[in-house]
């Protein structure tokens, strides 16, 4: 017996307490814990982003940037400043996935129940506590669901300008956005009933809209030789060459577990006369998983997909039946909550590690990029050992005589030891430390001449400067025993035997111009 929803009149978009509580929840539950275990690898280069403001970086578009300028700007050089944007999005997304209900015909029951399923869902814990793309990813989707919803009932014409102007922000924030546009187009494409919209001069000012606002973009990388195309393929033989098609398919339903049984509820609808409407949404969602897996995308490339079809789900099992909406939900909380704790750090760092290793559940998320387990999770481990760096490099730079104090160069294996450097070096007098690694090439000044080399490694170390300095010693090691980066060392290379000045001029120019 399929469920026929109630015609819905139009009407501007309102928000009550209800909605607005749960979001709020959800910013301080992100706000508050997040920043317990420190800072990421990957957020100290999107910190350092904030000193070198552009309209493209080689790793990601460049709207995360303003982000780190300005929290940095207004709460300081603090962990809370790199925390704040995250658990604020992450509320706004619940708020949204709220909304969507109401557009939906959803009532109270329905809103609390999508609103908590996308705040707790595991793949949200970690990405709304992250300073990272993800977690502007997973807002502008869903806003698109939003959107999209809002104008199968209204076709309001605006809605599409509004859509594509969301589409050239969401591009702005990261490509994946293409992933889903171009399944949205395909799926309206497919949906008769909304076909017609597509010709009319509604849609390509949409499109007009949405290609300007990327067209910065778009300019800033064909002037820097594409350097997204070397990115997709350093990570396409790194990080995505361990990634398993099944497993990907498999890992979806315990990364969005709070909400699984939604989402999947809401496919279902979709295709039902009732929910007829939203098909367009259930298309994109198989198309954008279709995209993913021939790309060999990370499991979590398809969280942003979900929310509007959790919304979607928990209306209809509203009206079909109230207990049926809260054992769903009911269900995946329960089996959420042993996950819980290795997303959010409610424990110490020592219980964490005793935690992992005795729940099963878990073993998931301690298999790291290389394919092998291990007794924390990757994101975990990554939050370790980069204070350690700066008063390694103090040391060095203290054996240095004035005269080689005044043309060294300080330089990290990779942007992780860079911005690691760069956010705690400043405390301790320390100058700035550079990378050929991504972006942080288009920032390295080429020095004239070179007399020393202060090296913060995470590998073997570069054996090329061995034959080109004089003497070499180990200062120090990264120490902590949960750090991935433990062992790593800082190098001190002195006595240049060649004049340097011209041989780093040429590393930068390679770099910049795609090899590191």
């Not at 995505?240 to 609808?269: C, D, K, R, Y």
């Not at 819980?340 to 760092?349: E, G, K, R, T």
């Not at 992992?356 to 790291?368: E, N």
């Not at 956010?423 to 942080?440: E, F």
Request: hydrophobic letters at 50%; one cysteine or more.
């Amino acid at each position: 017996m399929s469920v026929v929803l109630p015609p819905i009149a139009h009407r501007r978009v309102r928000v009550d307490a209800l909605l607005l509580g749960l979001a709020l929840c959800k910013f301080l539950l992100q706000f508050l814990l997040s920043g317990r275990y420190g800072l990421h690898r990957d957020e100290y280069l999107y910190l350092d982003m904030a000193h070198h403001l552009a309209w493209g970086y080689k790793e990601i578009p460049p709207l995360l940037a303003p982000f780190s300028w300005l929290a940095q700007a207004v709460l300081g050089h603090t962990v809370w400043a790199a925390k704040f944007f995250p658990a604020l999005f992450g509320g706004l997304t619940v708020l949204l996935t709220g909304l969507i209900v109401r557009e939906a015909g959803g009532g109270r029951w329905a809103q609390v129940a999508a609103a908590v399923a996308v705040a707790v869902s595991p793949v949200y814990l970690a990405m709304h506590g992250l300073f990272q793309p993800n977690f502007l990813d997973v807002f502008f989707w869903t806003l698109y669901g939003f959107l999209v919803v809002r104008f199968v009932h209204t076709h309001e014409p605006r809605l599409l300008l509004a859509l594509g102007v969301c589409i050239g922000l969401g591009m702005l924030a990261k490509y994946t956005t293409a992933f889903y546009v171009a399944s949205l187009l395909l799926a309206l494409l497919l949906t008769p009933t909304e076909r017609p919209w597509l010709a009319t001069r509604w849609f390509w000012l949409a499109v007009a809209a949405a290609a300007l606002i990327f067209l910065p973009n778009l300019v800033w990388q064909a002037t820097h030789n594409w350097p997204v195309l070397g990115h997709m393929n350093k990570l396409q033989e790194t990080q995505l060459t361990h990634v398993s098609p099944i497993n990907f398919l498999v890992e979806q339903l315990p990364m969005t577990l709070a909400g699984a049984g939604l989402w999947l509820v809401g496919l279902w609808f979709c295709f039902t006369r009732a929910g007829k409407p939203y098909r367009p949404l259930a298309l994109a969602y198989f198309f954008v998983i279709a995209l993913l897996l021939l790309s060999r995308g990370k499991n979590y490339y398809a969280a942003a997909v979900y929310p509007p079809l959790m919304a979607l789900g928990a209306v209809y099992l509203e009206r079909k039946s109230r207990a049926a909406l809260a054992g769903t939900l009911g269900v995946g909380l329960l089996l959420s909550l042993p996950i819980v704790p290795a997303l959010l750090p409610v424990f110490s760092i020592e219980g964490l590690s005793r935690y992992v290793q005795r729940v099963s559940v878990l073993d998931a998320l301690t298999r790291w990029e290389d394919g092998k387990q291990h007794h924390l999770p990757q994101d975990v481990a990554d939050m370790h050992g980069w204070d350690e760096y700066a008063p390694l490099v103090q040391q060095a730079l203290a054996r240095l005589t004035p005269a080689e104090r005044a043309h060294v160069i300080v330089y990290g294996d990779n942007y992780g030891q860079a911005g690691a450097l760069n956010w705690y070096g400043p405390a301790l007098g320390l100058p700035r430390c550079y990378t050929l690694n991504g972006s942080n090439s288009y920032w390295m000044p080429a020095p004239d001449t070179v007399t020393a080399f202060i090296y913060a490694n995470e590998g073997d170390g570069p054996k090329d400067l061995k034959q080109l300095f004089g003497s070499m010693e180990v200062v120090g090691r990264v120490q902590s025993p949960y750090a991935r980066i433990r062992g790593s060392e800082v190098l001190l290379f002195r006595h240049p035997k060649t004049d340097l000045g011209p041989f780093v001029q040429k590393r930068i120019a390679e770099a910049q111009q795609g090899f590191e």
